[in-house]
């Protein structure tokens, strides 16, 4: 069976540690390969106990202390040598309060289980023990920035995935080399976001009067020069069957917010990018006039995009060097 990184935080109230020992040993006997267990107890000041095997000397060290602890720890290791090769981890915390950034409650984390037999202990979990539970919805209305979006996307790659002799691993291929040509390309100065949207991708420079000049030029230049990477993508052996032959790319400026949830950015700027990227044909590149800047070296043409649902919009219209 696969296994994958999982975490979760059960936001439980009240457990002591004879609690935590019994959801150790719990965990234990769904993933009995786990048979090495040591116990770590912080203390506000110092720690309580350190990588202790045995519950009993953890039970006494802890008699008359209960007021001290911040944290109880359990690794669970499938091997008593830590670093042999192929050794899995996971590890249970509990912390009776909420401090600096960590939630009260259980935590857990594992590098080498597998999500069915993991959701077999969660589900004893949420039978056995009560769950602090909170129904004010959870808001964040999000940080104001200002940002520069790049959107770039793949012209007519829908109707190309819909031919017969086109599968999802060929697919794959293409989408990887699309993903890694981007990326590569904007790597001079990396956007605080990129966000891959399936044939597109997103990009958020979150800038300032310091920076905003480099992330302009960084942003246009790799929309610029896209369409001699993506050539080059096209005429690779790996891809026998073609690909899609142009490259859409729309740039906008201004105010947007940051979501920390998901570390996601909302905003009209994005929205903008991202209509102009679909009107955007595949030999140029579309860029709103918002946009602050602009490398005085690039010939660039008024236009007027319609896209919804902003109806006719003012832009600059920017040409590939071989179009």
Excluded at 17 to 26: A, G, M, N, Q, V
Excluded at 214 to 239: C, E, G, T, Y
Aim: hydrophobic fraction near 35%; aromatic fraction near 14%; glycine fraction near 6%.
């Amino acid at each position: 069976m696969s296994s994958t990184i999982i975490r979760r935080h059960y936001p439980i109230p009240n457990l002591s540690f004879r609690d935590f020992w019994d959801i150790c040993s719990r965990f234990q006997t769904v993933h009995p390969e786990y048979r090495h267990v040591y116990f770590t107890v912080d203390g506000h000041d110092s720690f309580l106990v350190l990588d202790e095997p045995e519950v009993s000397k953890v039970l006494k060290k802890l008699e008359g202390k209960e007021d001290r602890i911040r944290k109880f720890s359990a690794r669970f290791y499938t091997s008593r040598t830590q670093y042999t090769e192929g050794y899995g981890v996971s590890e249970l915390q509990y912390r009776p309060n909420t401090y600096d950034r960590y939630l009260k409650g259980l935590s857990f984390y594992s590098d080498s289980i597998g999500k069915p037999s993991y959701y077999q202990f969660e589900e004893e979990i949420y039978a056995t023990y009560p769950f602090i539970e909170s129904f004010e919805p959870e808001v964040e209305f999000g940080k104001p920035c200002e940002v520069l979006a790049l959107v770039i996307d793949i012209r007519g790659f829908s109707l190309f995935c819909e031919q017969p002799d086109i599968e999802s691993p060929y697919t794959c291929g293409l989408m990887s080399a699309f993903y890694n040509m981007v990326n590569r390309s904007l790597q001079r100065f990396p956007p605080e976001m990129t966000k891959f949207l399936g044939d597109g991708v997103l990009a958020i420079w979150e800038t300032s009067p310091a920076d905003r000049e480099i992330a302009v030029n960084i942003a246009l230049q790799a929309a610029l020069d896209l369409r001699h990477r993506w050539a080059m993508v096209k005429d690779s052996p790996h891809f026998t069957h073609g690909a899609p032959e142009g490259i859409g790319s729309g740039i906008c400026f201004g105010l947007a917010s940051h979501l920390e949830v998901g570390n996601d950015y909302i905003g009209r700027p994005i929205n903008i990018a991202s209509r102009l990227c679909s009107a955007c044909p595949g030999d140029q590149v579309y860029v709103d006039r918002s946009v602050p800047n602009i490398p005085l070296s690039l010939k660039k043409d008024e236009a007027v995009a319609h896209i919804k649902p902003y109806g006719r919009h003012n832009i600059w219209s920017f040409r590939h060097d071989d179009a």
